[in-house]
Nanobody, 119 residues
């Protein structure tokens, strides 16, 4: 498994921006699909976005399309989630995750970073 550490969360007003980072160690991140998940209080964890190892394919859940951008820098072993036009409903703990090539699910997880968007 790869070890993941998120950073960049915080408190922001609606309409503002945050950039989350996910630093990987232990194994090269270039062999993994990277994803960002979020979990709000009382709700199930949901997949927000993912990006394959090459960056050629990305996915976004409908509620963040056009506002969030996922990216990665394999040379730095780091992934990013740029969040613009934030809304109060984006408030959640955001988790970085990685899925090994060929694996059926994400099997490495960070500890999470809190994002709070005030109205």
């Amino acid at each position: 498994q790869v070890q993941l550490v998120e950073s960049g969360g915080g408190l922001v007003q609606a309409g503002g921006s945050l950039r989350l980072s996910c630093a990987a160690s232990g194994r090269t991140l270039s062999l993994y699909t990277m994803g960002w998940f979020r979990q709000a209080p009382g709700e199930e964890r949901e997949l927000v976005a993912f990006i394959v190892w090459s960056g050629a394919i990305t996915y976004y859940t409908n509620s963040v399309k056009g506002r969030f951008t996922i990216s990665r820098d394999n040379a730095k072993n780091t992934g990013y989630l740029q969040m613009n036009s934030l809304k109060p409903e984006d408030t959640a703990v955001y988790y970085c995750a990685a899925r090994r090539f060929g694996a059926s699910s994400f099997d490495s997880w960070g500890q999470g970073t809190q994002v709070t968007v005030s109205a």
